[in-house]
């Protein structure tokens, strides 16, 4: 556990791999860390088991879980009957083409509560897994939005206005990394990729835990950065394989 | 009823007078009207009702009323069981003075649920009622966040990245008024005050309508902006009289 006086931030965890990565780096940074999650009405809301799952076992102070029924927002294939694309070619390879998992201005949304939570327990950082690399071409993954939230943050909350200098940094630590990396960093940080979920479409066994479709672009990712990362894949996928 | 081609605004609704007088003008603006509020916690929960009247009577297309948990989030006496401040001596004066009645991060959250319904429904104005004049001092109703803030939801939407140029314009018609005047504007415009509530610990009638405190820092600014505006006040109170 970390000691008292470690400095404390919020780490966004989804319960897919990018985020566990993101939560043993900030351990790693020494941050005393209270995740943060979302009942947001997603399809793959088992993800909010593995979530507790990565929370406890990477020594998180504290984690919880927000609700928030985006599915009155709508406009995703997550959050809606809208069916999820599966076995496109090359998911995340055309940027341009942003899919209909993309869920609007969700990261905007997250870490907006994200401060709210930081304000009230006194954090000053923000640990978000956010990747601009392999990815699935989401605007609010990029450096660029990353850096303006920041700023607007900062204006945004009693803690940034009394300090006067920028009070809360936003640290994306996977944000320039591929898959296959933040594979290779979360091993050597002690993340067990087994708890975690990747899959927008799952079915759930007989104990809650997930069973991966093997054929959406978080799945696709998944594989193909395992494969990169020449490493065994401890994914559940349905039917026994990809 | 807007015609179909008119622009489609987003406006956030809380059922009290800002932004009721906000929605008027984005109606006399020539918008199509999108309101929507957050059933967020709120000891004063009782605004809901106050938002649907106000959206049906200023001619709302819809009103979208979206569940958000800040009490899990806390931080504030309008989301705990923390006591609501009264017969504070000059309300809003100091402003260097942030109340207990500050959510954390709400507008900052708020207005990304708004950019996030906005891109869904294919509106580009986003209309909130924030006011630096007669306001209790909250950091997220001051000019600069709102320009940082249009800056980071261009940044982190399909809509914004696909548009290029800047896609979303949050419109703030009341942030220089003072509160007598944003009251005259109303007035001028049709709003009817009396389906408004601005009382942050209201109790509620026996048909469900709100009896304000008169003396929290909400219903004191009320109270001043309506004889400032020389305007009878149609807020029922407890007790029958401030």
């Not at 076995?87 to 341009?96: E, N, T, V």
């Given at each position: 556990m970390p000691a008292a006086s470690n400095p404390s931030a919020v780490v966004l965890l989804s319960g897919g791999m990018d985020s566990a990565v993101t939560l043993a780096q900030a351990r790693a940074d020494g941050m005393s860390c209270h995740a943060l999650s979302f009942d947001?009405?997603?399809?793959?809301?088992?993800e909010l088991r593995c979530a507790a799952l990565v929370a406890a076992h990477l020594g998180c102070v504290a984690h919880k879980v927000v609700s928030l029924d985006l599915r009155a927002i709508g406009g995703s294939a997550l959050t809606s009957a809208q069916e999820v694309p599966k076995?496109?070619?090359?998911?995340?390879?055309?940027?341009?083409q942003i899919p209909a998992t993309y869920v609007p201005a969700r990261n905007l949304t997250f870490l907006s509560l994200a401060v709210a939570h930081a304000e009230v327990i006194g954090a000053t950082s923000l640990y978000i897994g956010v990747n601009?690399?392999?990815?699935?071409?989401?605007?609010?993954?990029?450096p660029e939005f990353i850096a303006s939230f920041e700023r607007t943050a900062n204006l945004a909350t009693r803690a940034g206005v009394e300090d006067g200098a920028p009070h809360f940094r936003v640290v994306a630590p996977l944000i320039t990394m591929t898959k296959a990396q933040i594979i290779q960093r979360g091993l050597a940080l002690g993340?067990?990729?087994?708890?975690t979920t990747s899959c927008y479409d799952p079915l759930v066994d007989a104990a809650g835990a997930p069973l991966a479709c093997g054929h959406c672009d978080a799945c696709l990712i998944r594989i193909r950065g395992f494969e990169g990362a020449t490493v065994a894949d401890p994914t559940r996928y349905i039917g026994g394989a990809a």
């Open positions: 947001y009405g997603q399809r793959h809301r088992v076995d496109r070619p090359q998911p995340g390879a055309d940027q341009s601009a690399v392999d990815y699935s071409g989401y605007p609010d993954c990029r993340v067990d990729f087994a708890m």
